[in-house]
């Protein structure tokens, strides 16, 4: 068990439709971070927050959204879900140590199916 | 860009194998380099990293030695078990001052015969 959860654990929906991914990173990380995971894109960085503000974007879709709350969780915003959407969400999160050498721990991730 | 590619899978060994995933990475500076598994049905697990060139991680009897000549990142095992079995993602760190991301290898299926 990493310490990050994350929420729902399968999400099943139709295109078009709008969705919201949740996690809680462990205790005392400040950094959280979102990617897609699917069969013919692999491991895709999406974006990272850090106490609440956006630090680095990756290959985010406009549709898709982010932010980090006071508390420290995040949420991932997807909106007019395409089939090519589908997929499984990790977000980690990672403690304030050397930039760049800081260990990411991922969640159990979150499997999208847009039908 | 930075970038990682690893050895393509699937991997077939029999136990008490002796195991080798190949990483080889493109960078500008020196990343730190990791290596995660990912078990069925589960997420990323961090099993070892480098911060620096020579530097060698280690962990659940699997090495690898970050080398900076080679630009390369190998994952070891001397002694494979069926509970090896997993995916293997090589990745690194590409950062800058405000923030970043890993870079991931399109990961290694290892699948171990008893």
């Known amino acids: 068990d990493s310490g990050v959860t994350q929420t729902p654990k399968h999400l099943i929906t139709a295109t078009g439709q709008r969705v919201t991914l949740r996690c809680s990173p462990r205790s005392g990380d400040l950094s959280v971070y979102w990617y897609q995971q699917s069969l013919d894109q692999g491991l895709q960085f999406l974006i990272q927050y850090y106490n609440g503000e956006e630090r680095a974007k990756g290959n985010i879709l406009e549709r898709f959204s982010a932010q980090q709350f006071p508390d420290l969780h995040s949420e991932l915003n997807l909106s007019s879900l395409e089939l090519g959407d589908s997929a499984l969400y990790f977000c980690?999160?990672?403690?304030?140590?050397?930039?760049?050498?800081?260990?990411?721990?991922f969640g159990p991730g979150t499997r999208l199916l847009v039908l | 860009g930075n970038s990682v590619t690893q050895m393509e899978g699937p991997v077939t060994l029999s136990e008490e194998a002796f195991l080798t995933i190949n990483c080889t990475y493109t960078a500008t500076g020196y990343p730190s380099l990791f290596w995660y598994v990912q078990y069925p049905g589960e997420g990323l697990q961090l099993l070892l990293k480098a911060t620096k060139a020579d530097d060698k991680g280690s962990n659940k009897g699997f090495e690898a030695t970050y080398r900076k000549e080679t630009t390369s990142f190998h994952l070891e095992k001397g002694s494979v078990q069926v509970s090896d079995s997993a995916v293997y993602f090589c990745a690194l760190s590409d950062w800058n001052n405000q923030g970043g991301k890993l870079i991931f290898g399109q990961g290694t299926e290892l699948s171990v015969k008893p």
């Open positions: 980690a999160s990672s403690d304030p140590g050397l930039a760049g050498e800081e260990t990411q721990y």
